[in-house]
């Protein structure tokens, strides 16, 4: 198919190798050029804005930081230069609100939006492993399946509305900052009683989870990955859009706003941009520590 791929960020740029090794006719914008040499290097072709990538696309990808990055993009000249009948995939996480906008947005158009945020870090990715929610249209989402299988194990459909699959998406989100907070005050504990904080996390793991994402983010905790797969702000904007989905509809999230409240002295410590599971772990440790 032909597509494009708009944001190409540490998450970006992994999904669209795959589509080009999948033989695409792929073109890719991002804000800074220098982003795109690299696949361009290797025959894939860099437009110079956003609105000339679209152009003639079947299907474009958006892989963004935020809702307001996205809004800059597509009402800054993309989504009229979409070939009218396009199929626009989002990647991102997105507020539900800024989800349904772009829903009647695409529709003035003639244009399909499709959610299809990815729950994985960039190494993930880069692996062909990513699991997706995915809301849309039933014939939009037939159409572009065998493109998100290109770098996915597992693509989950979960509403024929695009707003549902970003709520999903949120709340999966918050369930993994809880894994994180959760790890971060039992290894906490077992340190102040002199058990190694990789035993501890090992054998809870294998005795009460058997999860690969305990055992994925237990590593990463204790051993912070350079790069940050990650970075705090990431996890911020994700705890704040959950927030915001619980105040629209009424339901209070005081977890979230705990979460939330760790992030902002993280993001005040000037740590916005280290790991998010790593930092919220060695916060948590030195103020309970302090505490004492």
Not at 190 to 207: D, Q, W, Y
């Amino acid at each position: 198919m032909r597509v494009a791929v708009l944001g190409l960020g540490k998450m970006g740029v992994p999904i669209a190798e795959r589509l080009m090794n999948a033989g695409h006719e792929l073109t890719v914008w991002n804000r800074t050029p220098g982003r795109a040499e690299p696949l361009a290097k290797l025959g894939v072709r860099a437009a110079g804005s956003a609105a000339e990538a679209v152009g003639g696309a079947e299907v474009v990808f958006s892989v963004v930081f935020d809702d307001k990055a996205l809004e800059e993009i597509l009402f800054g000249g993309a989504l009229k230069a979409m070939t009218p009948g396009a199929i626009h995939v989002n990647l991102s996480t997105l507020g539900v609100p800024c989800s349904e906008r772009m829903t009647i947005a695409h529709r003035t158009e003639r244009l399909t939006f499709v959610a299809a945020p990815v729950f994985g870090r960039p190494t993930v990715a880069a692996e062909g492993r990513l699991a997706i929610a995915v809301g849309g249209p039933p014939e939009a989402v037939a159409k572009v399946r065998p493109l998100l299988e290109t770098f996915s194990r597992k693509v989950m459909v979960v509403s024929e509305n695009p707003a549902a699959a970003h709520g999903v998406k949120l709340s999966g989100n918050f369930l993994m900052m809880a894994m994180i907070a959760s790890l971060s005050e039992g290894v906490i504990l077992c340190e102040a009683l002199g058990i190694e904080p990789k035993v501890f996390l090992e054998t809870v793991n294998e005795a009460a989870f058997q999860s690969p994402f305990y055992g994925a983010y237990a590593k990463i905790m204790l051993n912070p990955p350079q790069p940050p797969g990650g970075p705090v702000a990431l996890g911020e904007k994700d705890t704040r859009l959950f927030q915001e989905a619980g105040l629209e509809v009424k339901v209070k999230t005081p977890l979230a706003d705990m979460f939330k409240a760790t992030l902002d002295h993280a993001i005040d410590k000037g740590k916005k941009e280290e790991d998010w599971p790593a930092t919220y772990y060695q916060l948590t440790r030195a103020s309970t520590w302090a505490a004492e």
